[in-house]
């Protein structure tokens, strides 16, 4: 299959055009934005590595295509003979280049989305492409709530005005691609002369190349410290400025529907929080220490975002004439200044002049923020500062006071345009991001909490905590929080484990209280897991108390959180406590790995409608927290999507969600990602508020109820009572290699022994993504339709109704569908054929019936004949060309990894000798990107 490089270009442009079903439009350049940067990638590597490499990668290339198309296995075996001729060298070239090669096409499809979307705002259609039931614009929003469903323009205003979004980061791993989508956008830009092409062409190939020359593999797991700079590196690139110009976007909107009013400058529409550094659950290399270095990195680097914005301000903000009580301050701030000699600026600010008033207060402003970084900075490098609390600012009024006196002092000398410029975007930012940046949730097992109790009542002489019933913990609990005696001192005996949480409570208390969000307590099962914590926070002097939140997990603890939080909100003290507010968080990753999504998801909704419930018989305002991962299998899906499929009376304009994985890049990783991300959620959460979705007939639940219960009984029947099983998904999928991506610094177990029960849920979804077979999804979804539609066929019929009438059903379905459109059961059988013993064949062949069936039957109820042929816009290419390569360079790594002749480094400074094991990391890697996803 020999050819020359030229004739080689032709080929992959020829093959990505073969790909398309049907002529695409003018403004459809996928194909061509696909062709290009292959090309360029093609080109790159045969200067870097010469003719047979690239032949190489093209053969396999056009092999998988092949095989795409056919589906005939005999193309598999021709990619395997192919990659079984490869020395250990140029198998983790071929990896890496296949690898990046999925990354551009990624880039390409991100890139085309994007200004198809810009084409379609432009001629005034506000549709998103992606979205399957609803436009997620918030103008489209606003006006469909006022003109369809007449909304009155006011009843609008003072929801949104109202409404918080809180969005929590979570650790991610990342990627460094987005210079080369920032050149790709540019390069096809309308607007460009030829040599400003030319020479984006060439920037694009010189990041294409560094990119390639990259050592993508982490050598050694990221600390959390290194997680927590990666997560604030977005705030930096797109958040902090995406949110002002969100916010200006809103006003428009507002504008448009007849409101003249502009939406508070602090209002909480959007709020940012963050795990990094706080999530210490099943996690030992998240210590007190660690978390002490997040929030003070995190504040220090607010403080720099903001000094760098106030000296724009001070330029911009050269007018003399203003109120009364600004003049006075001014004055004030000025003569200090005087005495002051200490500042470390250039000449011209160093002394502004008494005609410049706002200068003069901005620049006491300036140098407050100055102070504040270097504090931060001090603390962090040595744990000490002289910098006094009067030097810096240290709570966000003290901070917004000077900005709103700017404010109020523009607005009365008649000066509103100007005060709704640069100043009312820094006022929104300072609402919205505070001195902390992100308030840091802290995330610990209720079990830690009753091993410091247990501890304190041991040595109080009083018994064991451990051992008493829940009454006499809530008993005790509540008389000793009605109390003021100390609990403990300095001569505690206590373990590290109980150390550690007392430690990361004196944290809470030595650091300033607006760098904290949430204490979530996961396995929380009972009011003693709340008050426990209550209790500590008090010991350990923490000056404002983090809000407790119970988070509910496992099938079984969803079932019982209604009843849980009822006893809870039982409890005198803690409502006193609350003051008529509670979060409850629901984690989707575990209860679907616990009892397979199709139970998950409905008992997930079930549970919701039912804590709104026991919360309004006590008069408590409930915001749900949705700990959503990036994948199906772990609750992923559309933002706007997932929300408006959500229970009537659940949100009502109070959310928070976990933005976890990949998901963060794809939401904040470029400016116009961004202010999607922003709108989507905004536009969806007020829309549900203000018209809820449908909640489901009597005999839709019923007929949930009983496909749960026999989805839950097929679902487990596998995964953890089939004697086979773990043995199967441990040689037929790369789940033990899965630490050595040292993707993020918490362990793949929460113990370092046991099975399924043990594995956390992004480990566990990515070993059947990897596999394309994506078991935890679909697995208890076809016998629950079986069983169903044998009982009564006209059940059928009511399926179908519930998927085109009930949005939640709905959304469960299409999500699923697309996971099938993902798969491949014949990529699983590959995975099977080389490296599964043969004994377990049977049960491997077994399972991709049942995957097939179930295909079947979903298609059957959705009314479709293929995947996905309600969607107008499918994807062109696939992500497969790297998927078949994983199973050959699998077995090849396990044959011939043992040995040490043949290990060869791909970074030659590296004290490592990674060898044929960096292959199957590239490969994992590949396989990821090409699924757009870890786990």
């Known amino acids: 299959m020999a050819r020359n490089a030229a004739d080689k270009a032709t080929s992959i442009d020829a093959q990505l055009r073969m790909l398309a079903p049907k002529k695409l439009s003018e403004d459809d350049k996928l194909v061509e934005y696909d062709a290009l940067l292959i090309e360029r990638f093609l080109c790159i590597l045969q200067g870097l590595q010469g003719d047979k490499i690239r032949e190489t990668v093209q053969e396999c290339y056009e092999l998988a295509a092949e095989y795409e198309r056919t ?52 001629s005034g259609d506000f549709a998103d492409e992606n979205s399957a039931t609803t436009e997620s614009d918030i103008e489209e929003t606003l006006k469909r709530l006022v003109c369809q469903l007449k909304k009155s323009p006011l009843e609008v205003f003072d929801a949104l005005k109202n409404q918080t979004v809180d969005l929590v980061l979570t650790a991610h791993p990342t990627q460094s691609v987005r210079r080369i989508r920032n050149c790709l956008t540019q ?82 529409l959007i709020q940012f929080s963050s795990w990094m550094g706080g999530d210490r659950d099943g996690n030992p290399r998240v210590t007190p220490e660690v978390t002490r270095d997040v929030c003070l990195l995190a504040r220090m680097m607010a403080a720099n975002l903001y000094y760098a914005q106030i000296e724009d301000l001070m330029f911009e903000l050269s007018m003399w004439r203003c109120s009364d009580e600004l003049r006075v301050k001014a004055d004030q701030l000025h003569r200090a200044s005087k005495k002051d000699t200490t500042k470390h600026y250039i000449e011209f600010w160093k002394q502004v002049p008494p005609s410049e008033p706002y200068r003069v207060i901005l620049s006491d402003v300036r140098d407050k923020l100055y102070n504040t970084r270097e504090r931060s900075r001090h603390l962090l490098a040595s744990g000490f500062s002289e910098i006094p609390d009067d030097a810096i600012f240290t709570d966000v009024e003290q901070f917004l006071e000077p900005l709103e006196l700017c404010y109020r002092s523009l607005c009365a000398c008649g000066d509103h345009t100007i005060a709704d410029g640069n100043l009312l975007d820094f006022l929104r930012q300072v609402s919205t991001f505070g001195l902390s940046l992100v308030r840091l949730d802290i995330r610990q097992e209720s079990e830690r909490h009753t091993d410091v109790m247990d501890a304190i009542t041991k040595y109080l002489g009083v018994g064991s905590y451990r051992k008493w019933s829940e009454e006499k913990r809530q008993e005790w609990l509540l008389f000793e929080l009605n109390g003021k005696r100390p609990l403990f001192g300095p001569d505690l005996p206590k373990t590290n484990e109980v150390a550690e ?114 919360a309004k018989a006590f008069g408590i305002k409930l915001t749900m927290f949705h700990g959503r991962g990036g994948t199906v299998g772990r609750g992923g899906g559309p933002t ?244 078949q390569s994983g199973p050959h360079l699998s077995k090849e790594i396990m044959e011939s990894g043992k040995s040490a002749a043949e290990l060869v480094k791909l970074n030659p400074t590296s004290e490592y000798a990674p060898g044929l094991e960096d292959t199957l990391i590239l490969t994992m890697k590949g396989i990821a990107a090409g699924m757009q996803n870890t786990g």
């Open 71 to 122: 589906l005939d296995p005999k193309q598999l075996d021709e990619i395997g003979n192919l990659l079984a001729r490869l020395d250990p060298e140029d198998s983790i070239v071929t990896t890496k280049s296949l690898s990046h090669m999925l990354i551009l096409a990624n880039l390409a499809e991100e890139v085309q989305i994007a200004y198809r979307r810009r084409q379609k705002l432009k």
């Open 187 to 268: 390069l096809y830009a309308k607007d460009i002369t030829p040599d400003e092409k030319q020479e984006l062409d060439e920037a694009l190939q010189r990041e294409i190349q560094a990119a390639f020359r990259t050592d993508e593999i982490r050598r050694a797991p990221p600390t959390p410290q290194d997680e927590m700079r990666a997560g604030m590196s977005y705030f930096h690139e797109t958040i902090w400025k995406g949110v002002p110009k969100f916010l200006r976007r809103v006003d428009t909107a507002l504008k448009n529907i007849g409101i003249k009013e502009r939406v508070p400058y602090n209002a909480p």
């Open 501 to 614: 949480v007392l430690d990361t409570f004196h944290v809470l208390a030595e650091l300033p209280s607006d760098s904290f969000g949430a204490y979530v307590i996961s396995m929380a099962t009972a009011p003693s897991d709340v008050l426990a914590v209550e209790l500590l926070q008090r010991e350990c002097h923490v000056k404002k108390p983090l809000r407790v939140v119970p988070l509910f997990e496992k099938l079984a603890d969803l079932e019982a959180a209604p009843a849980a939080l009822a006893r809870l909100f039982s409890v005198e003290w803690y409502r006193n406590r609350i003051n008529g507010k509670q979060e409850v968080m629901i984690g989707y990753s575990d209860s679907g790995k616990d009892a397979g999504r199709f139970s998950a998801g409905w008992q997930l909704y079930k549970a919701q409608e039912e804590l709104i419930k026991v």
């Open 640 to 883: 706007h999507l997932a929300i408006l499929s959500q229970p009537p009376e659940t949100i009502h304009g109070s959310l928070r969600v976990t933005v976890q994985g990949e998901v963060i890049e794809q939401s904040f990783g470029e400016e116009h990602l961004c202010f999607r991300t922003l709108q989507r959620f905004t536009a969806a959460t007020l829309e549900h508020g203000m018209h809820p979705p449908i909640a489901p007939k009597p005999e839709w639940r019923a007929l949930m109820d009983e496909m749960a219960v026999v989805a839950t009984e097929e679902y487990r029947s596998i995964v953890f009572q089939e004697p086979r099983f773990v043995e199967y998904f441990r040689l037929a999928t790369p789940e033990l290699e899965y630490g050595r991506m040292n993707i993020g610094s918490r362990p793949s177990k929460r113990k370092p022994s046991g099975g399924i029960e043990s594995l956390r849920a992004i480990p566990w979804i990515f070993a059947w993504t990897q596999t394309r077979f994506h078991l935890p999804v679909w697995l208890g979804f076809g016998a629950a339709f079986k069983h169903v539609l044998q009982k009564d066929i006209r059940n059928l019929q009511t399926l179908k109704e519930m998927y085109n009438e009930w949005p939640f059903f709905r959304v469960t379905i299409d999500l699923v569908e697309m996971v099938f459109a993902k798969g491949d059961p014949g990529i699983a059988a590959l995975y099977d054929k080389l490296l599964v013993s043969d004994d377990l064949w049977p049960f491997g062949e077994r399972l991709r019936a049942n995957y097939e069936e179930t295909k079947q039957l979903l298609l059957q109820v959705a009314g479709h004949k293929d995947l996905l042929e309600a969607y107008t816009l499918k994807r062109i290419r696939d992500p497969s060309f790297h998927s």
